[in-house]
């Protein structure tokens, strides 16, 4: 029994390593793939583009706009009229824009408050509001509020506020979840494109094995690239802290890998073909990685959008290794989020179970 | 070229389209995308769960918490005689985004003009997020200094801002147009690319290397199909647009269709390429995915402005078409300046050679014979 079963599963990773495509794009999804999200999206405004018109002749405007630097914001270019800097922003070569006015600096001196013209290019809308509050961090560096109040802010678990770190992890979940699923409806569609998999529930030995190893042998895979990406691309390459414990992170996983799985029985069991597969897996996973609370936090959602997320063991899953990573959450306290992905992955693996082991 | 043939063909290619229900997922996905991901995707920060401990209790203290309470992006908590390590368990647990602890005798302190501090403590796991809520806080405590004193301020400079194009800061008009952007060029290439691969998946590609059918008038027949199901998709994603998410639209529709269509042509020319050097659907459609979905969100524009990129991401950003295409999009979306600004003219005669260029290398490498 146990021998059939590791001999299902040989079969099964001797199948998927034959098929070299299927290697590359497993391998180039652990890597490359989590690099180039991690390293390509920023978030955080940075690098901004800021153009100015100054008409009082330097001084105070000079000293603001030296304090306009890397990594914040790029050298400030002049240009020498409003309409000149305004065509620019129309043009999205510029994004702020800052008029200083001749009668700037007077006023500064003679009432002790003064102005500044600011044209903000508002698309990009976190980065333009971000903009505005470091522009106006610096001109509070100026002013004498005559308060003595300290402020000590303290960012936890991710002081420098890096997002490469973030994204790079919620890019892996993605991936386990996508693989998860398409490479399990991939094993068992493909016999049935081929016709093999009728015989396969003909033949002597309990069709439940066969599921069981089919499946089992994907969840291995996925494994291998999770050990890869974490060791290589997380720890290796972005430095993702780890506050939490490692085990704890593989145990989550390899549930959650179970639980992809199962989604991937039941894409398996309704679908004829590996098109079908593709679509249905599309169809599925979407909604899922946006349920899960990888781009906006949950109690931020509409309220009708929270209770759906609930059913997502994705978002389970998302905030289990957050805290695992970054909080360092107590293995104690990682219970909720344990109990989430195994309750509703045992329900999706049950369900796929049954119905692909029906026979026609 | 035979108009009867290609009609011919083109005729087979749509009667498989609906009956394998293919056409469902022409439809239902990029609805799907826009819906999901323009409401899904929120910057502004609001409602952030905030932990007040007042040690003090004093009037002043009082009053600052109170400030926290009637802003709508704290959604605060105020209590007394917590501890410090009690409560960064709670952040740790996931259960409060914000700490501010107001220490004893503050008010006492701050009226004999002693110096004081007030510790604040922020998750920092989604960075963005705690950025933002970073500068909301000094917002908010900076304000009530400023109030609180009635020495008069020196040095004191405010920024009069003038948001141009997305006034109140929307992120759904940041984000909706650069979806349509990440829509035509995602799901025309996979469908274009599935039609060429799935023949050769199943064997019946045999028929197009033995039939006298031109290999021309084949790429005509796989290609246009494709094209006009997902020409139905700019008129529905622009009223997804508009209408769901009254996003407003400022410029030329005229415009927003013409770059529209050639993108669309771009995209196939995508999905041509990937036909050519894949088997299997499945190792198409990854691949597809793979290459339009990350530069579609990376030079969109809509995370990150172009104008903020450097080096090799400035770089790349003018390889790949989503940049230009982008930009005319926003452009009748939000700044409206259409056909008279040169770099909108610019960019469109870009895309349009763009297209050109990949379906004809396309049509170069394609074989028609056993490779």
Do not use: C
Not at chain 2, 340 to 361: E, V
Request: zero cysteines; charged letters at 15%.
């Amino acid at each position: 029994m146990i021998g059939t079963f590791f001999a299902l599963v040989a079969k099964e990773l001797i199948g998927f390593f034959r098929s070299w495509g299927l290697v590359a794009i497993v391998l180039y999804s652990f890597t490359l793939d989590i690099y180039i999200t991690g390293a390509g999206i920023e978030m955080q405004a940075k690098n901004i583009a800021v153009g100015y018109v100054d008409e009082t002749g330097g001084g105070m405007s000079g000293k603001i706009l030296s304090r306009l630097h890397m990594p914040e914001f790029q050298k400030p270019v002049m240009f020498t009229s409003r309409e000149a800097l305004s065509r620019s922003i129309y043009n999205r070569e510029i994004m702020v824009g800052l008029i200083f006015e001749s009668d700037f600096e007077k006023k500064l001196e003679r009432y002790g408050r003064s102005s500044i013209e600011m044209l903000l290019d508002s698309i990009a809308a976190t980065q333009s509001f971000q903009a505005l509050q470091y522009l106006q961090n610096i001109l509070l560096d100026y002013a004498d509020i005559g308060i003595p109040v300290e402020l000590k802010i303290h960012k936890l678990f991710n002081p420098n506020a890096t997002t490469s770190q973030f994204m790079a992890m919620a890019e892996m979940l993605s991936v386990i979840t996508l693989l998860g699923v398409i490479l399990t409806a991939a094993v068992f569609v493909r016999e049935k494109e081929n016709g093999t998999w009728d015989i396969m529930l003909l033949m002597p030995i309990d069709p439940k094995l066969i599921i069981l190893a089919k499946s089992f042998s994907q969840v291995l895979v996925i494994m291998g690239g999770v050990v890869i990406a974490t060791g290589i691309v997380l720890f290796g390459v972005f430095d993702v802290p780890l506050n939490g414990s490692i085990a704890a992170f593989f145990l989550l996983s390899f549930f959650y890998a179970f639980t992809s799985a199962g989604i991937g029985l039941f894409v398996a069991a309704v679908s004829k073909s590996m098109l079908q597969v593709a679509q249905l897996s599309i169809l599925i996973m979407m909604p899922l990685i946006f349920l899960s609370g990888a781009w906006t936090p949950i109690h931020a959602m509409h309220p009708l959008l929270q209770k759906l997320s609930l059913i997502s063991p994705l978002r389970y899953y998302i905030e289990g290794s957050e805290s695992i990573f970054f909080r360092g959450t107590d293995f104690a306290d990682l219970w909720s989020y344990f109990a989430g992905v195994i309750i509703l992955g045992s329900v999706l693996y049950f369900y796929g179970f049954r119905k692909i082991g029906r026979l026609f | 070229m035979s108009p009867g043939v290609i009609r011919a063909y083109i005729l087979k290619e749509f009667r498989e389209l609906l009956r394998s229900r293919l056409i469902l997922i022409v439809y239902i996905l990029p609805t799907m995308i826009i819906i999901l991901f323009g409401y899904g995707i929120r910057m502004e920060v609001t409602d952030a769960r905030t932990l007040i401990i007042d040690n003090d209790n004093s009037t002043i203290s009082r009053d600052l918490s109170a400030r926290f309470e009637h802003s709508r992006y704290f959604d605060t908590r105020v209590t007394s005689g917590m501890g410090e390590q009690e409560a960064l368990k709670r952040i740790k647990q996931a259960k409060v985004d914000i700490l501010v602890i107001i220490p004893d005798s503050f008010e006492k302190r701050l009226l004999h003009g002693e110096k004081t501090e007030i510790g604040v403590f922020i998750d920092g796991a989604f960075p963005v997020r705690a950025t933002t809520m970073q500068n909301y806080v000094k917002g908010v405590i900076y304000d009530a200094a400023r109030s609180l004193t009635d020495k008069k301020p020196t040095n004191l400079i405010t920024v009069n801002s003038r948001n141009l194009f997305n006034q109140a800061m929307r992120d759904e008009d940041a984000i909706v147009p650069g979806l349509i952007g990440l829509i035509l060029l995602v799901a025309p290439a996979i469908l274009s690319a599935l039609l060429i691969v799935k023949e050769k998946e199943e064997g019946t590609i045999f028929n197009f290397y033995s039939s006298p059918i031109k290999k021309s008038e084949f790429i005509v027949a796989k290609l246009v199909p494709p094209l006009i199901l997902h020409t139905v998709n700019i008129f529905i994603l622009f009223l997804w647009a508009t209408w769901l998410f009254e996003v407003p639209f400022r410029g030329s529709f005229l415009l927003y269709w013409a770059a529209s269509q050639i993108y669309i042509a771009i995209s196939l020319g995508v999905g041509l390429l990937v036909s050519i050097i894949t088997r299997t659907q499945i190792v198409a459609i990854v691949l597809t995915i793979i290459i339009t979905i990350i530069p579609g969100f990376l030079y969109s524009g809509m995370l990150m402005p172009i104008s903020s990129m450097s080096g090799e991401s400035k770089i790349e950003a003018h390889i790949y078409p989503v940049m230009y295409f982008n930009h005319i999009i926003y452009d009748t979306f939000l700044i409206g300046q259409g056909l008279d600004s040169p770099k909108n003219r610019l960019y469109l005669t870009i895309l349009f050679f763009y297209a050109l260029f990949l379906i004809l290398l396309g049509s170069r490498l394609m074989k028609k014979e056993l490779s």
